[in-house]
């Protein structure tokens, strides 16, 4: 059955100015619906269809790790089309950003080229994607120690990391220069607990989806961390076949299982200090 999109009037959105991203190639508009912030990503259709369908028909809790979907919107000034979707970021003063691709070798989907397909496997071999499941796709946090006042990480040097520098690089993360912020890791992991136990019941296809892991880095403020699965453009209900997955994604348990030995590690950090 054909599911008609949710089209947004737009009268009801304000385009605020292009969103600073850390990770991934489209362009996002930042946007504003009424009092709450949001971001424009370009329309994909798969992606449309999980909001507005697929996501009905899994747990109810696996709502607390996505982002609030809007609807389609059309811009005046743009030629294309935009899922409206849930700023997270805009729920901090300072937030500290990262975007973590999940799930282990396959990061291509069964529609896709077999060249593309090769090229995919073959780059997953060298990257912590293969053993890990997880990838940096892109950070941006606050650390007065550099001279930006910011520690950046580029899609490409993510993907130079090693399954020990991949480490290294998410405890740099979680430091503003002076200090490690335990009470995010603390939260991140027991969300990242939660996230795991409902990951384990959904029986899709979670390609090409990362974690948007976000902190609070404003000193002044109370400590405050939130993760969210983003980028839903390659999920896949069925296989090639149309026979519907009747287990969950290995990759994306692989990936949260070492999100959560990573973050384990930086907290044994934190008892070591004070022995």
Known sequence: MMLVPRYLDPQQVQYVRKFRKVGGRAEIKSLKIGDSIAIGKPLDETERRFYESTVHTLPRPLADFLSRYWGVISLPEEHNSFLVLEDVTSQFSRPSILDLKIGSSREYSED??????????????????????????????????ESIGTFSLTKKEGGLLTEVTIRDTMRKYFSDGLECKYEAIRQLLNKTHCLLKVADTICLRMYGCSLLIVYESDPLLPAKADVRIIDFAKVQEEDKYGKMYADPDAGFLLGLRSLITILESLLAEKSEEWR
């Open 112 to 145: 896709m080229d077999k060249g593309r397909v090769a090229e995919k496997i073959q780059k997953s071999l060298q990257r912590t994607t293969h053993k890990m499941g997880i990838r940096v796709a892109g950070i941006k946090s606050y650390n007065c120690m």
